[in-house]
């Protein structure tokens, strides 16, 4: 799904500015909102479902933040880093974001770039693995009342079936992704609603902090890490914008930033609403049990609720996000890990064809994917070491950083919001790496 690094455009996406549609073509409309629907469900995965039980554990105050400071934290993060591709001078058309960092930047950061932005998508990949094996066993058990699997069986069947239907190709994929998210929306209102009558607001409001004042603000920041990862599309926002680049060409980051915004706003409203139903209606024990369970939250409630709706509902609910998210991190994945075959093996990349190199990077998917669900190692952990860390890095510093040093993106310079991205991609990766050290 990527291209070839090259210092040209590649025929099959190059684009002129005359056989676009206008922003007002009813067809170019569609596209779009198709792409918003796309986005919005590669980040609802297992980073929003568990992410009630990161955010609700800090009690009220870091949670009212949190509502009240997520859109523009989503919203001007994830459209600076779309700018690298859709704010690409026209002649640049067609190449995603690792081949605009290795063009612009030289090969010594395009293969730095490259590395660290494997090393966000893939572990999501694992994180996603680690969560559809969790959430079909817990199905199975707890609502068809079936026998318990072996793992290695469960996790490989769960896997591959996901990783082929991946690999039938993007049309198909992207249907898929677009059919499964609506239900989905569906799903995520409809829970939230149904666990209205199970809120406990007393508990939840008296929660008390250790260290008082700043044991609010510690909250405060405990959370960014978790929200960063929970609402992140990043793997999917290069190919994205080379989409719109086919269809709208030189205006295409306006429509890519008007689309990002929407993406935001239903995140927003769908995942906040839902993290404050679930944390009001789980209560301090539910959260500890079901993080030392490493399910998501859903699955938790359909265990410990016994009703038809939740012991249904939420499991379908629960695989449905994460297929999604797993199709929207395999893009990524793939545009990753393609990037750096052809570096690092250019010679032999070119005696093969592509479908034989993409076949490769879907095998290595499978199997890495399916030991580490195997393991089953703590999901918890891993979504704050690979948001705070790695995805606060390529989505919050390196877009600021190309608009600072490099003169084609000049026009992107002195947005005011770029202080607030950059700054907030700091104070990220410090409240991560201090505690995953401490």
């Known amino acids: 799904m990527s291209t070839p690094v090259s210092d040209q455009p590649s025929s099959s996406h190059a684009v002129s500015e005359e056989n676009t549609n206008d922003e007002g073509n009813t067809q170019g409309s569609g596209f779009s909102m198709r792409w918003a629907i796309t986005l919005f469900g590669t980040a609802i995965g ?4 568990f992410l009630p039980l990161n955010a609700g554990a800090f009690g009220f105050w870091p949670l009212v933040f949190a509502t009240v400071f997520i859109f523009p934290l989503v919203y001007f993060s994830h459209r600076t880093y779309a700018r690298i591709v859709s704010g690409a001078p026209t002649k640049d058309h067609g190449k995603d974001v690792l081949q605009l960092v290795h063009h612009y930047m030289g090969s010594k950061a395009g293969i730095f770039i490259g590395s660290l932005y494997w090393l966000t998508v893939f572990p999501t990949v694992l994180i996603y693995g680690v969560s559809i094996t969790n959430a079909v066993d817990s199905f199975i058990v707890n609502q068809l009342n079936g026998p318990e699997i072996d793992r290695w069986i469960l996790a490989s069947v769960s896997v591959f079936i996901m990783t082929i239907a991946f690999a039938f190709g993007r049309k198909p994929m992207l249907w898929l992704a677009n059919v499964l998210v609506y239900p989905l929306i569906v799903a995520l209102a409809a829970v939230s609603i149904y666990l209205i009558p199970r809120w406990d607001f007393q508990s939840f409001f008296n929660y008390e902090y250790e260290d008082g004042a700043w044991g609010i603000v510690k909250g405060i920041f405990l959370v960014l890490p978790v929200l960063v990862f929970s609402f992140s599309h990043m793997a999917a926002l290069s190919q994205f914008s080379l989409d719109m680049q086919k269809e709208y060409g030189a205006k295409t980051e306006k429509v890519v930033s008007r689309t990002e915004w929407y993406t935001a706003l239903m995140l927003v409203v769908f995942t906040m609403f839902f993290v404050w139903s679930s944390v009001l209606a789980l209560g301090a024990d539910g959260m500890q049990e079901a993080a030392e369970l490493n399910i ?22 629960v695989i449905c996000a994460i297929v999604s998210s797993y199709f929207g991190h395999l893009l990524g994945t793939e545009e990753g890990t393609e990037y750096l075959l052809r570096l690092a093996f250019p010679k032999q990349v070119k005696k093969h064809k592509r479908k034989t190199m993409l076949a490769l990077i879907y095998f ?8 580490v669900a195997i393991f089953n190692p703590s999901i918890v952990s891993m979504i704050s070491v690979v948001g705070g860390v790695f995805v606060a890095f390529l989505v919050y510093l390196l877009p600021v950083y190309m608009f600072k040093k490099l003169d084609v993106y000049k026009h992107f310079k002195n947005d005011k919001w770029n202080y607030f991205v950059f700054g907030m991609g700091l104070v990220i990766m410090t409240v991560a790496i201090i505690d995953v050290v401490g």
């Open 296 to 317: 998501p939250v859903l699955s938790y409630f359909a265990n410990v609720t016994g009703t038809p709706f939740m012991a249904y509902m939420a499991p379908i609910f």
């Open 46 to 49: 297992a980073g929003i479902l």
């Open 364 to 371: 290595i998917t499978f199997v890495g994917t399916t030991l």
